[in-house]
């Protein structure tokens, strides 16, 4: 009772060729197919990119911070007038 018999998915398949036309359905299915090659290889990518590199490990880049001084408070307390 759940499953789909042959005569839902042909009349499933009639009606998507009729809302998108015949023209447009090899363009979809090209651009799908397209979309999952990119998510795959982006995928593959993050996997590759949480596995520690053994070279990055061995060989700390230093890093370096500059010191940055508060500005100088005028007389008073008061700070420079900004123009408006």
């Not at 998507?16 to 299915?29: E, H, Q, T």
Request: hydrophobic share 40%.
């Amino acid at each position: 009772m759940g499953s789909l018999s042959p005569w839902h998915w042909a009349i499933l398949a009639v009606v998507v060729i009729v809302l998108f036309g015949a023209k447009k359905l090899p363009d979809a299915a090209r651009s799908l197919g397209k979309s999952l090659r990119i998510f795959k290889s982006e995928v593959r990518e993050m996997q590759n990119e949480s596995k520690p590199q053994p070279s990055a490990l061995e060989t700390p880049t230093p890093v370096q911070s500059q010191r940055v001084d508060p500005p100088a408070a005028t007389e008073q307390g008061h700070t420079e007038a900004r123009p408006a």
